[in-house]
């Protein structure tokens, strides 16, 4: 049953990754280092950002699915970064549904670089219960959401806050993310973390046009997990997953990540398989004007 | 009375901005990172790599001869000008790495150390 299990993961990811090299042509390259963790990296002013995060998994007792979250990423101007998800999944035995949308904002108060950089992170959602795009763990949320069936038709409004830490040295990035999640409905607050790190596999550009460089890779790695509540905050009873990620820049064309994702406790699910295709168009309302 | 107040504020506010668009980056630089000298300058493929860096990254905004353009209603520096030319390499590696953010200019902090010492060593081939 856990082969058959296993199997059924590898094969919606590598259908999925096949169908996202299919559309190629069609999506536009990206610079988030993280699937989870946020860094203090804004968009660049006018560029639009189009990305596919997709997260495939095989939950003990439910149906292998593979959730996807489509981003559109937007620079406002150098300190304010606005960004559209439209959420979906496809579960096996069940069917194809669209599961809602976020809508969020982040800026950057401080205007030059720190060791610490801040960033303050604003997000409404508006999803259906049974959404596994995943995008943050919180509170007491565990692998029993995974098995939720799509057809469930409790809608979730939320607004969540995150206070987002990161450092660049030497190469390498740490971020930090705390994250403060409140249902608008009766619910009380719920916490979360996502801590991640990453680093090119080169530190200088090579001088020739090349796509296999060692700088258009980096290896990176992320841990997040829940809070609790606020009545019960702590590490316990929520899930807490790791996970290694490698990405490719491809120059002048879209950034892939991989993440083989690995659940730490009872309450997280065994393995998630998570990849990203993404790419940038520089100016974007500019380009639709014509004036470039 | 409060409404001159306001009305000067106003204009004391956008002339300070619009002065922020104008090099006023440069005095934001400290003598420390104006005398940085640049690493590279003597190595023969950074010319090249940084080229190669700003063709992808910088050349959208400020143009593939970096001669600058308009940008909707916002003009992106020409990278000739006698502003770049004059600066150190400290200056302009300090640019790279704060950006100038109210003014456009992102911040490319997430590029190495060497590599954004590759597009200062680029830029000042320019001239």
């Not at chain 1, 108060?109 to 997000?123: A, G």
Request: aromatic residues 12%; contains cysteine.
């Amino acid at each position: 049953m856990r082969r058959f299990r296993f199997r059924a993961v590898c094969r919606i990811a590598v259908l999925s990754f096949c169908a996202g090299l299919g559309s190629w042509p069609a999506l536009l390259q990206a610079q988030e280092s993280y699937f989870v963790t946020y860094s203090h990296q804004m968009e660049e002013p006018g560029n639009l950002e189009i990305a596919a995060k997709s997260v495939a998994g095989a939950p003990k007792g439910g149906n292998p699915f593979v959730a996807t979250a489509l981003e559109f990423e937007y620079g406002v101007n150098g300190w304010w970064t606005a960004e559209l998800y439209l959420d979906g999944q496809t579960t096996i035995h069940e069917s194809t549904v669209f599961t809602g949308f976020r809508v969020e904002n982040r800026i950057r108060p401080l205007m030059r670089e720190h060791w610490i950089n801040p960033v303050l992170y604003f997000e409404f959602e508006d999803l259906n219960a049974a959404d596994k795009a995943l995008l943050e763990v919180v509170g007491h949320d565990t692998r029993e959401d995974l098995i939720l069936r799509n057809s469930r038709a409790e809608k979730e409004h939320e607004a969540e806050l995150k206070l987002i830490l990161s450092s660049n040295f030497e190469g390498w990035n740490v971020s930090e993310n705390f994250i403060a999640e409140k249902d608008l409905g009766p619910f009380s607050w719920e916490f979360g973390y996502a801590l991640g790190t990453s680093r090119p596999l080169a530190l200088k550009a090579s001088p020739n046009a090349c796509n296999f460089c060692r700088e258009n890779f980096a290896l990176g790695a992320e841990l997040y997990g829940g809070l609790g509540e606020r009545h019960s905050f702590g590490l316990s009873e929520t899930s807490h997953y790791i996970a290694p990620i490698v990405s490719w820049d491809i120059p002048r064309g879209p950034s892939i990540r991989f993440s083989p994702t690995f659940g730490l406790n009872r309450n997280s699910n065994g393995f998630l398989f998570r990849f990203m295709l993404s790419y940038e168009i520089d100016q974007f309302f500019s380009r639709v004007r014509g004036r470039q | 009375m409060k409404l001159t107040a306001v009305i000067t504020c106003l204009l004391l506010g956008g002339m300070a901005f619009a002065g922020a668009g104008d090099g006023s980056w440069l005095r934001k630089v400290s003598e420390k990172d104006r005398a940085r000298l640049n690493p590279l300058a003597n190595d023969p493929d950074a010319i090249a790599a940084g080229a190669k860096i700003y063709a992808e990254h910088c050349a959208p905004c400020h143009g593939d001869n970096a001669e600058g353009k308009m940008q909707g209603r916002h003009y992106r520096p020409n990278l000739h000008s006698r502003r770049v030319k004059e600066a150190t390499a400290g200056e302009l590696f300090w640019l790279l790495t704060n950006g100038s953010l109210r003014n456009g200019m992102p911040s490319w902090s997430r590029f190495p150390k060497l590599e954004r010492w590759q597009v200062v060593t680029y830029v000042k081939s320019l001239h």
